[in-house]
């Protein structure tokens, strides 16, 4: 199985604020990973997939990189509605998500 | 509009088997390609992949709990319905289902419905 660890598992930042999630896998996923953002008492939100490309409708503050084991979102102005849990899930065989990253409020 | 929502019960007791239904419109598992999955998430905790089911019937389970998981598909009804038996307290999470096309990229979830295994 392949394991998916994410850090910071918990960031405390202001409005304006560039932020930065890392995703680690724990054998190469070439690009095949998404990322997500989940509010309390919701379902998840699909942001970015394929490491890079922004899901439809997503702010472009938001953007992915990365490849092979080791990947990034970055929240370029964080905004109030972007507090909130973001998970990495590699898709590569089959599907695992990481354990997730809350950003809340300094 | 795609729209998936999950139903059953709310309660199940320790050793008892879990069937949640997922009722989904705005597209068909007949279509080449579509398929529906299953995602959990215990309280405060991560979310955790269970199954997949394609338009082909191709099916697809978590290693860690394969033995336990059966996933199948009523293309007339635009339902797919996930069993899970030997239900445990540590089972008792929010259950999703979840539209995607080809590969498990989830791009629209249902609401979910939390399921508590308690006796």
């Known amino acids: 199985d392949i394991q998916m660890t994410q850090s910071p598992s918990t960031l405390s930042a202001s409005v304006g604020d560039r932020v930065t999630i890392t995703c680690r896998a724990s054998?190469?996923?070439?690009?095949?990973l998404a990322w997500y953002q989940q509010k309390p008492g919701k379902a998840p939100k699909l942001l970015i997939y394929?490491?890079?490309s922004l899901e439809s409708g997503v702010p472009s503050r938001f953007s992915g990189s990365g490849s092979g084991t080791e990947f990034t979102l970055t929240i370029s102005s964080l905004q109030p509605d972007d507090f909130a849990t973001y998970y990495c899930?590699?898709?590569?065989?089959?599907?695992?998500f990481g354990p997730g990253t809350k950003v809340d409020i300094k | 509009q795609i729209t998936l929502k999950e139903s059953g019960p709310t309660l199940v007791k320790p050793t008892q088997t879990l069937t949640l239904t997922c009722t989904f419109s705005?597209?068909?598992?007949?279509?080449?390609?579509?398929?529906v999955g299953w995602i959990r998430q215990p309280p405060g905790k991560a979310l955790e992949w269970l199954a997949l089911i394609y338009w082909d019937d191709d099916k697809r389970y978590s290693p860690s709990l394969k033995s336990r998981l059966t996933v199948t598909k009523d293309t007339s009804k635009n339902q797919v319905v996930l069993t899970m038996t030997n239900m445990d307290p540590v089972d008792t999470a929010t259950y999703y289902c979840a539209h995607n096309i080809e590969i498990p990229l989830f791009d629209y979830w249902g609401q979910g419905t939390l399921v508590t295994v308690s006796s």
């Open positions: 054998q190469s996923i070439s690009s095949w």
């Open positions: 394929k490491a890079s």
């Open positions: 705005g597209f068909s598992l007949s279509t080449s390609g579509v398929g």
């Open positions: 899930q590699q898709y590569n065989s089959p599907c695992t």
